[in-house]
């Protein structure tokens, strides 16, 4: 193989750069070696094979290496055909194009991972007449084509120098072409060689050169392939601008800055945003499930993204809009457990008393059971802190099988909390109920709304008035957030808020809640509590093992008479935990100590108990105790006149609201009125100032339940007699000598049996409120219900 001696082989593999054969002084075939009656037909991917044309062809087949290596032993010529469709791995012959080029096999090149490379030079291109065998490698006999020649020869010779001159451009800006390309190019003489050599080594598909084999005119694959070239040539020109432009802001210590700023600018020339930012949402997109309409608006703001500049202030709004809305679990719910047992247990379990409220709730679940389309109620659990509203909500979510969500709405003075900002706005985001939905993953968890009493309303809004269409069943099934801009169906979510104090909720709010008071837990309540629940609690918590101490029930009373002061057990909590810590602490300085807390050692730990505040046994005229309400549940607090020279005038202190004021004042226009049935004085109502006085100035007190216990206590002072011991009353009264009914009956009876009260005195309106209340929490409390002030005043005065 003399002839071959002086080609650079490893040239050809290195760059892959196809050499035309002439140039080399490589000789056309005989016409022996062109009459074969059969030829091997090689599949090719993703190249052409063009005439004259030396390429190199890698083979990893076997019926392809073993093709090659036969041809190269019989020294015969093979059919080069591409394949349609380069995944193929064993192509038949519908999978080939019909046209292709024959090929003599110049030389082999065996490589380290088993395929070969063999060095191939185009000869003439043909036609499959067909397809004669498959074994060991296809078969088929052949027609060869020839090329017309154009009849306008002055233009077509215009038209080769043209693509010459172009093609010379397009190698001076392509770094990926060799320069001996140029050389190449200057030395072929033969119009058909040049165009075979370009077409080879062109930046085309293969199925435009496939395009350019299969044209017999030489004018026309001429005029075909300079369109080519030319849309090659403007490509190289962008990227080489794209290149200028990014090279400016070239930092050489910031590669990843030089990439991105390229990405940008392709991006700004292309005039459209990201791809992977689109694809990105248009996969989140796909997996989501929504109506035609919330479709139809996210496809309209996807469009919006991609016909912004991505440098564009804009551009990140729009991207945190979409993310946010496919974010969102549209028309996703988890599935309801309704096993009421179950519901039950875990009520049981975790909340220790609080029958009726149970007793609701599972009303509430067994409603949704058995129609599976109502919508979900909204209750509102109202009562004093630290008696388990919070948690009972997330037992409910529990006993459901829903997810858990809690939004604190304490200190909340800005509508768009609730309803959002507009998205034009910097920093604009969703209000925290869509915030909430996001986050639990579904659209129908149980979602705690704590402490709606504690909403404000500022200069930006009430956000309690936003909370009416959030509450409202009727509206919340299109909720309009504004920063959505679009309805939300709340309609499946469970709503609980929880309250301190429903006097401070808006009346419209409030009429869109069920109402579920929890009063608070009696002295045997909180006992089992703090031995099922607190102790274990905190022994977890500190880290101690069930017998590192023990409080039996004296101790666990003492610790609730003397150290704490509340409805719930939050506090209870708190002095428990400070008894685990002592514990802990003489465990870890390994000091002796008696597992079994007595009392005086709680008192040691906890300090000196608090001052008793029982109900004072006096003999002094005019002390009177009353039942009030309060945030924190309900107290008892202590009434007191005093008569003095003067001119019948009435005086009050103890930082009084109007109300309990005008309680007061009608009391004593009572009196006056009253005074012969009374067995009081004239001269005392004229000649002697009074004064009322409630204890603990410094802390606010009004409303209108304290009004016979002023009564009593003024005509208590005016008589000079006192009242009856371990006596308290509530209630309100009129000029007319009537005694109205207050609320929070519970909370207060409850105070009074803490304060040892044995016996109270209520209004006959109030009797259904004592009804509905466990009777053994008032198995130690007699109760007295009267409609007249007359009534109060025999009961109280001795």
């Known amino acids: 193989m003399t002839e071959f001696e002086d080609i650079n082989f490893d040239a050809i593999l290195e760059d892959g750069f196809g050499l035309v054969a002439e140039e080399i002084n490589i000789s056309e075939p005989t016409e022996k070696e062109l009459d074969q009656e059969m030829y091997a037909i090689l599949p090719v991917r993703n190249m052409v094979m063009f005439p004259k044309v030396v390429t190199p062809i890698t083979a990893g087949r076997e019926k392809s290496k073993k093709l090659l290596e036969d041809a190269m032993q019989s020294n015969q010529l093979v059919g080069i055909l591409t394949q349609k469709n380069p995944n193929e791995d064993n192509p038949a012959d519908k999978d080939l194009y019909t046209i292709g080029t024959l090929a003599k096999v110049v030389k082999i090149i065996k490589l380290p991972e088993g395929n070969i490379t063999a060095i191939t030079r185009g000869i003439k291109r043909f036609k499959i007449k067909n397809f004669e065998g498959r074994d060991p490698y296809l078969t088929a006999k052949l027609t060869l084509i020839k090329d017309t020649n154009s009849r306008n020869k002055e233009e077509f010779e215009a038209l080769i120098e043209n693509i010459k001159d172009l093609a010379m451009k397009i190698i001076e800006i392509d770094p990926n072409i060799p320069t001996a390309a140029n050389f190449a190019i200057k030395n072929i003489n033969e119009a058909e060689d040049l165009l075979n050599f370009i077409a080879a080594n062109g930046n085309f598909t293969f199925e435009k050169k496939q395009r350019l084999l299969e044209e017999k005119s030489l004018a026309k694959r001429a005029e075909l392939l300079y369109e080519m070239m030319h849309e090659d040539f403007r490509l190289l020109e962008l990227k080489n601008l794209i290149h200028q432009k990014t090279s400016k802001d070239l930092d050489k210590q910031q590669r990843e800055y030089f990439l991105n700023q390229q990405i940008r600018t392709i991006q700004e020339e292309l005039g459209g945003g990201p791809d992977s930012d689109v694809d990105e949402f248009k996969n989140k997109a796909a997996k989501l499930k929504w109506p035609a309409d919330v479709e139809a608006h996210f496809q309209k703001e996807l469009q919006r993204l991609q016909r912004q500049h991505p440098n564009s202030p804009d551009y990140n709004v729009q991207r945190n809009y979409l993310d946010f809305f496919t974010d969102l679990p549209w028309e996703k719910y988890s599935k309801d457990v309704f096993d009421l047992k179950k519901a039950e247990k875990i009520l049981d379990k975790e909340h220790f008393g609080l029958e009726d409220i149970k007793k609701r709730i599972l009303e509430h679940i067994a409603v949704l059971k058995l129609k599976s389309d109502m919508k979900s109620p909204i209750l509102c659990l109202s009562g004093p802190p630290g008696v388990g509203k919070t948690s009972l909500g997330k037992s409910i979510a529990d006993a459901l099988g829903r997810k858990y969500v809690r939004v604190s709405l304490g200190g909340l003075h800005d509508e768009s909390e609730i309803r959002g900002h507009r998205k034009t706005y910097i920093g604009a985001m969703a209000g925290r109920i869509l915030q909430s939905i996001k986050k639990s993953g579904t659209s129908n968890p149980v979602i705690i709304l704590d402490e709606i009493d504690k909403l404000g309303k500022g200069m930006h809004g009430d956000p309690s008035s936003a909370m009416l269409e959030v509450l409202d069943p009727e509206q919340n099934n299109s909720f309009y957030d504004n920063f959505l801009e679009m309805g939300y169906d709340l309609s499946k979510v469970m709503f609980i808020a929880t309250a301190n104090n429903l006097s401070e909720i808006q009346r419209p709010l409030l009429d869109r809640m069920e109402l579920i008071s929890i009063a608070g837990y009696t002295l045997e309540e909180k006992i089992e509590i703090a031995k099922r629940h607190l102790i ?44 685990a810590r002592w514990v802990a602490l003489q465990i870890a300085m390994e000091n002796d100590y008696d597992p079994k807390i007595s009392v005086e050692k709680i008192d040691e730990i906890l300090g000196v108990p608090r001052p008793s505040t029982l109900s004072e046994v006096s003999k002094v005229p005019g002390v009177v105790t009353g039942l009030a309400w309060t945030s924190v549940g309900g107290d008892i607090l202590f009434i007191e006149s005093i008569l003095s020279k003067g001119k019948g005038t009435l005086t009050m202190t103890g930082n009084l609201g109007n109300v309990m004021k005008e309680s007061a004042t009608i009391a004593l226009e009572y009196i006056k009125a009253h005074y012969e049935e009374l067995g009081i004085s004239a001269e005392d109502l004229e000649n002697k100032n009074i004064h ?73 309106a109030n009797r259904k409120d004592v009804e509905e209340i466990n009777k053994d929490y008032l198995k130690h409390l007699k109760v007295n219900y009267v409609s007249k002030m007359s009534e109060v005043v025999d009961l109280a005065i001795v």
């Open 536 to 579: 274990k609690k905190q022994l977890s918590e500190t880290g101690l093992d069930s017998k590192a101490f023990k409080l039996g029930n004296p101790e666990i009373k003492h610790i609730i008479d003397a150290h704490t002061s509340e409805s719930g057990v939050r506090t209870l909590e708190k002095r428990i935990a400070s008894i």
């Open 692 to 764: 009322v006085h409630v204890p603990e100035g410094a802390t606010p007190k009004d409303g209108p339940s304290a009004g016979i216990a002023m009564l009593t206590s003024m005509v208590s002072s005016y008589k000079n007699k006192s009242v009856k011991p371990h006596l308290a009353m509530t209630g309100e009264i009129t000029l007319r000598g009537k005694v109205l009914p207050v609320g929070g009956i519970k909370e207060k009876l409850l105070a009074a049996t803490r304060a040892g009260i044995k016996e109270v005195i209520l209004c006959e």
